[in-house]
């Protein structure tokens, strides 16, 4: 039995250090490995990798000391290693072997040293891109959710809004920029407005979705208690379509990743679209590759936030609806 446990022990501890060992294989192929590009002075290459690293075994250290986070580590390893694996085959495939054509595939090494030289610049992108999505997804989301809470409540508005939604919705935000450019004095706010359409469609549609599909049971023990016609509304309709709410949020931030590039290269002086087009007018396609790595870990972020919100206020769901 002692031994059996030692084993399980020392197995469990190798898969928690797994990362690592990924980490020392791509570093030996990246300065041993003479391929089409020589490896450069600049140390970000090596210092992206220590940092993962580094990270990596501070975390199965706290697991090895508290026990919680060892668990974490032992599940999430896998991922890590794909994670780092990736980067190595991406070096191979453009550094090394040269089967992506350089310059339009630039190297991890390439791409991490230009995110270490402009990170002031990509730091200024990412605040300025984060406000206008703050502001424009704000603003087409709560007129989303006014909006559908009242089409899905009353059917005289459902009567005559849902045919001017069905066929203005399913035109694409970005068609509407030349109107938004003379509406608007400044390509900000023209933005801001094409944001917020590609936000306002998903979360008219789902939230009238999930308000007309409460329970007509819930709705007459509601006015059996004397409840108005707005505690219905606030009590009942709404909390019952919080998960269609949200989904309708999910899907547009979706959307509003994707109007947010676009709509920032139609003129707006900074944000990561108005980055990676100066930097593709310059050729300099390591900095637009860093610009993406950027924009996934920005999107990502948000999203993560998202769910944790979602689980936060959907906790009384969580053991009816597997998501």
């Not at 041993?32 to 140390?43: S, Y």
């Amino acid at each position: 039995m002692r031994s059996f446990f030692t084993w399980n022990f020392l197995t469990r501890t190798l898969v928690a250090f797994s990362p690592l060992g990924a980490v020392g294989v791509v570093w030996g192929v990246h300065r041993l490995w003479a391929g089409c590009v020589a490896v450069g002075e600049d140390g970000a290459y090596g210092g992206v990798l220590a940092g993962v690293a580094g990270g990596w075994a501070l975390v199965v250290g706290a697991g090895l000391v508290w026990g919680r986070a060892g668990g974490w580590a032992r599940e999430n390893a896998p991922l890590a290693v794909a994670g780092v694996l990736v980067v190595g085959v991406w070096e191979g495939l453009t550094a090394k072997l040269g089967v992506l054509p350089l310059p339009f595939f630039p190297g991890p090494e390439a791409v991490f040293g230009a995110m270490v030289e402009d990170a002031g610049l990509l730091w200024e992108a990412t605040r300025h891109s984060l406000r206008l999505l703050a502001l424009g997804f704000g603003a087409g989301s709560v007129g989303g959710v006014v909006t559908g809470v009242c089409l899905g409540w009353s059917r005289r508005v459902r009567y005559w809004g849902m045919p001017a939604l069905k066929f203005f919705g399913p035109v694409p935000a970005t068609a509407w920029i030349p109107l938004a450019l003379v509406l608007f004095p400044t390509a900000f706010g023209a933005s801001a407005f094409i944001l917020a359409l590609a936000s306002f469609f998903p979360m008219v549609m789902l939230t009238c979705s999930g308000v007309a599909g409460v329970r007509h049971s819930h709705l007459e023990i509601a006015r059996t208690l004397g409840a108005s016609e707005w505690q219905l509304v606030r009590r009942v309709a709404i909390p019952s379509a919080l998960p269609a709410i949200f989904t309708g949020l999910f899907i547009a931030l979706s959307a509003s990743f994707i109007t947010l590039v676009v709509a920032e290269m139609i003129g707006v002086k900074a944000g990561l679209g108005q980055y990676v087009n100066w930097a593709q007018t310059w050729a300099e396609y390591h900095k637009v590759f860093a610009a993406i790595l950027v924009m996934g870990v920005f999107f990502s972020g948000l999203m993560t936030l998202f769910f944790r919100l979602r689980d936060r206020v959907l906790r009384w769901q969580q053991g009816l609806i597997k998501w």
